[in-house]
């Protein structure tokens, strides 16, 4: 049988499907829809309704017989187009508070209400300030978007997505470092602890469900920004972890034990640094996290804000360099399917 496909709130038929009706599944038909909604991909969560008209109540397709019969009184009422829509259960990471992630990760309140999450500090940072020529250019073109901006923006007091439009420029210039391996993505992320869009992604070039790291831009609200990021990151190694168990079922060298990804919350002037890790073998989780020193202060002189600026400049690409050591060997000779 062949129907077209309209998921609201769409009203065009996002894809073609042909399905024998006798033995189609719900995972079929999951499968041919995120070719067209990849943030889906990977969702053990997501929810199919099924909608007899476009505006009319829905049915949910619990399992496979469900599918079965929605489908063959299609056929029988010569309906060619099947309306459903893709829903999750799970909240929206905008909707984790820093109280929410606490309570669930079993974190502890800071007394210092500067420091959102009482973590171990992310130590071992360093600095790799450009070496080659290219290099050296990529930062200098930076510098010279970083004060365009600010010339013409009033960068002080600026919301959120002007924050974001300058976060932009230091994560399109660290990416360009190793824009070889990694790329630079805005996204959608649904699975088990949240869904929702993240504003930055650097994933493996090779695959787009290999995600090395998240950026999250908020005005002030850091405590709000780390809580989304610990979820986003925690969802993102997930996702590895099972690219990860797919090497050794296909008798690879041995992975790594503990897998890494991190993430950063920018305010555009202040940076945090958070790295998660998880063991493997016994299926420990461990954060760390800090933030950068210096704070970037757009509207004073602008050969401060030019050290400030080489300064979180070269510890974004110390930070990029350790997401594409994240690229396992075995990743590295072959790309994952």
């Given amino acids: 049988m062949g129907i077209g496909i309209v998921v609201k709130s769409e009203r065009k038929v996002a894809c073609s499907w042909f399905a024998v009706i006798d033995t189609v599944t719900v995972g079929d038909l999951k499968k041919a829809l995120v070719q067209y909604y990849p943030q889906y991909n990977h969702d053990e969560y997501v929810e199919l309704h099924f909608y007899k008209t476009y505006t009319g109540p829905s049915e949910t397709i619990r399992d496979d017989e469900d599918l079965r019969r929605i489908l063959m009184v299609s056929k029988m009422q010569s309906m060619n187009k099947l309306v459903i829509s893709l829903d999750t259960p799970t909240k929206s990471f905008s909707a984790w508070t820093f109280k929410d992630v606490c309570a669930e990760y079993n974190l502890s309140v800071s007394s210092d209400l500067q420091i959102p999450v009482v973590l171990p500090p992310f130590t071992g940072i360093q600095a790799a300030p450009p070496e080659s ?137 202040q940076w945090m640094f958070i790295e998660y890790i998880t063991d493997v073998e016994n299926g420990t989780v461990a954060y760390r996290m800090t933030e950068l020193r210096r704070t970037l202060n757009y509207g004073g002189n602008w050969e401060d804000v030019e050290v400030n600026v080489k300064f979180v400049f070269a510890r974004l690409a110390w930070l990029w360099s350790q997401m594409r050591d994240e690229i396992l060997a075995p990743c590295k000779r072959k790309t994952i399917v």
Wanted: no cysteine; glycine share 6%.
């Fill in 133 to 269: 020529d290219s290099q050296k250019t990529i930062q200098e073109q930076l510098l010279h978007e970083i004060k365009s901006r600010a010339h013409v923006m009033k960068l002080t007091f600026a919301n959120q997505a002007i924050r974001s439009m300058v976060v932009a420029s230091f994560m399109v210039a660290a990416t360009r470092l190793f824009e070889d391996d990694l790329y630079l993505a805005t996204r959608n992320l649904s699975g088990g602890r949240g869904n929702g869009p993240v504003e930055f992604s650097v994933p493996w070039r090779s695959t787009y469900d290999y995600t090395l790291g998240v950026t999250g831009v908020k005005k002030d609200d850091f405590d709000h920004g780390v809580a989304q990021n610990i979820v986003q990151l925690e969802f993102v190694l997930t996702l590895r972890k099972r690219k990860r168990e797919r090497y050794e079922i296909e008798g690879e060298e041995e992975p790594l034990n503990k897998l890494k990804s991190y993430g950063t919350v920018a305010a555009a002037s």
